[in-house]
């Protein structure tokens, strides 16, 4: 089957920091560029953070500095990681991964984050 599935939300203090993983299976994602995407409530869901297979980042103006994006090509499968740190309440969302290039792959359920302020 093939499917992401993201990890490591939760609930937080603003300022805090959380993890958040993605795991693809069933799909090869070696030579793609993979990213994180969010959708907060009411609002259209936005991409934030994009790492190519070669390893270069973009981030979006709004978590630049605050949040790092990762990956392991391991055996098999790839593993993206989100590194959030200073966490805001505005970053409460719904927190997909995705491989814009690879868009037959359907997004997954997504991991919550939530920011208390």
């Known amino acids: 089957e093939v499917q992401l599935v993201e990890s490591g939300g939760g609930l937080v203090q603003a300022g805090g920091s959380l993890r958040l993983s993605c795991a693809a299976s069933?799909?090869?994602?070696?030579?793609?560029?993979i990213g994180w995407f969010r959708q907060a409530p009411g609002k259209e869901r936005e991409g934030i953070a994009l790492?190519?297979?070669?390893?270069?980042?973009?981030?979006v103006d709004s978590v630049k500095g605050r949040f790092t994006i990762s990956r392991d090509n391991a055996e098999n499968t790839v593993y993206l990681h989100l590194q959030m740190n200073s966490l805001k309440p505005e970053d409460t969302a719904v927190y997909y991964c995705?491989?814009?290039?690879?868009?037959?792959?359907?997004w997954g359920p997504g991991t919550q984050v939530t920011v208390s302020s």
């Open positions: 995705r491989a814009p290039g690879v868009p037959e792959v359907p």
């Open positions: 069933g799909v090869t994602l070696d030579d793609y560029a």
């Open positions: 790492i190519t297979s070669a390893g270069r980042t973009n981030y």
